[in-house]
C-alpha cells in the first residue's frame, strides 16, 4: 500500500464481539492497532487521557526526534516531508492525530485500565468507571515513560528552592536569571541543562552520577541511529571496540571541564539500559562552561545539595531527569510476566508462556530507535494474534 493511499476497509465481522484491546493510545498503542486492522482484527485503544500522544503533549518544548523522519515512520504512513529530517515534538502530535484518523482507529478516550485478568480463553479488564472489559487479546502499550521516577533523597523536604521532575519541564522562561541544578545525565538532562544554558539560565550545573557516552547525532550526514541499526546483532566486544574508536575520532575529551570519558564500553552500557547521549549541543555548552558539570547529587542538608565528592550547592532550582518507571505492577504483576525490574518477560509476538495472547510494545529504547522497533512489533503482534484466531 502506498503510504498517500487510504487503506482497504477491512473485513471486521469476524472480530466484532470478541476484540483485540490496545492499552494505551501513544506511538505504539496505535501502530499495533492499524497492524491488526489491516489483518481484519478489530483492535479498541484504550487511552486514559483525552487525545492521543499524551506523553508526547506533555514534552518540553525544545525536543525533537533523535532518529530520523524516515526511520520513525508509523505502520502504513510515512511521516510528512514537511516536518524535516529531526521532528519536533508538536509534529510528532499531528502525526500521530493524522495517523489515528488514517487508518480509521477505533480509540476511547479518557478510559484508563488498572487491572487485567485470565477469563477462561479470554481476557477480562478493569478499568474506570467501573467497567468490565472482555477481549480475546490485549497488547500493553502503556510506554516506556510512564511514572516519573523521584529519588527519595535524605533531607529532600529541606529543600526551599524549586524541586521538579524533568516531566514537568517545559522551556527555560522561569528559570531565566537563576542557578539551576539538573540531575541526571541521560538525553534528556542534557538536553534540558542546554535549554537552559541557551534560555537565560545565570548558572547551570548537569550532576553526573555515571560519565555517559556522548555520541553525534548525525556525522557526515550518517545518522547514529543507521550505525544503531548496522550493529545491534553483532557481539558486544566488538560494537563496545568500533565505538571506543568513533568516540575518540569524533567526540572530544570533556575530561578538564569535569566530565571525565566513561570506563565500560558503549554496547556493554546499551545492553544494561543506558542509551548513549545524542549530542545536541552538550559538547559545546560543557565545553564553554554553559554546562558545568558536578558530582551526583547524594542528599540535602539544611536545604542544602550534597553532592558526592562533599560539595555543598544552594541552586534556586533543581531539575531531576531520573527516569521513569514502566508501573507495570498493578496492571499486570500478579501474572508473573515481569522480571525483578518490573519489565515484561516477554515483548512484541512473543507472550510469555502463562499467559498467551497477551502482548507488550515500547518497553525497550534500543538504539536502533524506539518508533522504529514498536512499527516492527506491531507488524509481529498482529501477524500472530491474526494466525491464533
Known amino acids: 500500500m502506498a503510504d498517500h493511499q487510504l487503506p482497504a476497509p477491512p473485513d471486521l465481522s469476524r472480530t466484532n464481539d470478541r476484540p483485540v484491546y490496545v492499552i494505551g493510545g501513544g506511538p505504539g498503542g496505535l501502530s499495533a492497532a492499524a497492524a491488526l486492522r489491516k489483518r481484519g482484527v478489530r483492535a479498541v485503544v484504550l487511552e486514559k487521557s483525552d487525545a492521543v500522544g499524551a506523553s508526547w503533549r506533555g514534552h518540553y518544548d525544545r525536543l525533537h526526534l533523535h532518529t530520523t523522519r524516515r526511520l520513525s515512520a508509523l505502520p502504513g504512513l510515512a511521516v510528512p516531508r514537511q516536518f524535516g529530517r529531526w521532528v519536533a515534538r508538536d509534529d510528532v502530535v499531528r502525526y500521530l492525530e493524522k495517523y489515528a484518523e488514517f487508518h480509521e482507529l477505533e480509540i476511547v478516550t479518557g478510559v484508563e485500565v488498572s487491572r487485567i485478568e485470565p477469563a477462561g480463553a479470554d481476557w477480562l479488564l478493569y478499568a474506570t468507571g467501573g467497567r468490565q472489559l472482555t477481549g480475546r487479546a490485549v497488547v500493553v502499550a502503556t510506554g516506556y515513560n510512564h511514572t516519573p521516577r523521584l529519588p527519595d533523597w535524605p533531607g529532600r523536604d529541606t529543600f526551599r528552592g524549586d524541586l521538579r521532575h524533568a516531566r514537568d519541564y517545559r522551556n527555560p522562561a522561569p528559570y531565566e536569571g537563576k542557578d539551576v541544578l539538573v540531575v541526571g545525565v541521560g538525553n534528556t538532562g542534557a538536553e534540558i541543562a542546554v535549554d537552559l544554558a541557551e534560555g537565560g539560565a545565570a548558572r547551570v550545573r548537569l550532576a553526573v552520577r555515571t560519565a555517559p557516552h556522548i555520541v553525534r547525532r548525525s556525522t557526515a550526514g550518517w545518522p547514529a541511529q543507521r550505525t544503531g541499526i548496522l550493529v545491534r546483532r553483532l557481539p558486544v566486544w566488538l560494537v563496545d571496540k568500533a565505538g571506543e574508536v568513533m568516540r ?15 570506563d565500560t564500553g558503549l554496547y556493554s552500557r546499551v545492553k544494561d539500559g543506558a542509551i548513549p547521549v545524542q549530542d545536541v549541543g552538550l559538547i559545546d555548552a560543557v565545553r564553554s562552561g554553559g554546562v558545568e558539570p558536578v558530582a551526583a547529587l547524594e542528599s540535602f542538608d539544611d536545604g542544602k545539595a550534597v553532592l558526592a565528592d562533599g560539595t555543598l550547592l544552594s541552586p534556586d532550582a533543581i531539575i531531576a531527569a531520573t527516569g521513569y518507571r514502566r508501573a507495570l505492577e498493578p496492571l499486570v504483576g500478579h501474572l508473573g510476566v515481569l522480571d525483578e525490574r518490573g519489565r515484561p518477560l516477554a515483548r512484541g509476538a512473543r507472550a510469555h508462556p502463562k499467559a498467551p495472547g497477551l ?16 512499527a516492527l512489533d506491531a507488524r509481529r503482534i498482529a501477524k500472530a494474534l491474526d494466525a491464533g484466531r
Open 248 to 262: 575518540r575520532l569524533s567526540v572530544p575529551d570533556l575530561a578538564e571541564h569535569g566530565m571525565p570519558r566513561p
Open 359 to 374: 502482548h507488550f510494545t515500547g518497553f525497550t529504547n534500543p538504539i536502533s530507535g524506539m518508533l522504529r522497533e514498536m
